[in-house]
């Protein structure tokens, strides 16, 4: 299966990301497909990342997310 791109949190600190992310992204998920999702669990924030040409920019969403969905193994 090919790599998506990858995530991480920021409990109570938002849905940014910092320097170091961006580069993260730029280092190893390089592909045009890849993005990259930080989320902030105490304001219940997402944030993406991806590619646009050869620079990385946050990407404008729209996430419905419904809880308890994933609760059964599929």
Same mark, same amino acid.
């Given at each position: 299966?090919?790599? $998506?791109?990858?995530?991480?949190?920021?409990?109570? &600190?938002?849905?940014?990301?910092?320097?170091? =992310? *961006?580069?993260?992204?730029?280092?190893?998920?390089?592909?045009?497909?890849?993005?990259?999702? $930080?989320?902030?669990?105490?304001?219940?924030?997402? &944030?993406?990342?991806?590619?646009?040409?050869? =620079? *990385?920019?946050?990407?404008?969403?729209?996430?419905?997310?419904?809880?308890?969905?994933?609760?059964?193994?599929?």
């Amino acid at each position: 299966l090919p790599t $998506v791109g990858w995530y991480h949190s920021h409990p109570n &600190g938002g849905a940014y990301f910092s320097t170091k =992310d *961006v580069q993260t992204q730029r280092e190893f998920f390089k592909a045009k497909h890849q993005v990259a999702m $930080v989320y902030d669990p105490v304001h219940d924030k997402i &944030g993406l990342l991806g590619w646009k040409g050869d =620079d *990385v920019v946050g990407i404008p969403t729209v996430l419905v997310i419904s809880r308890g969905v994933l609760d059964e193994p599929f």
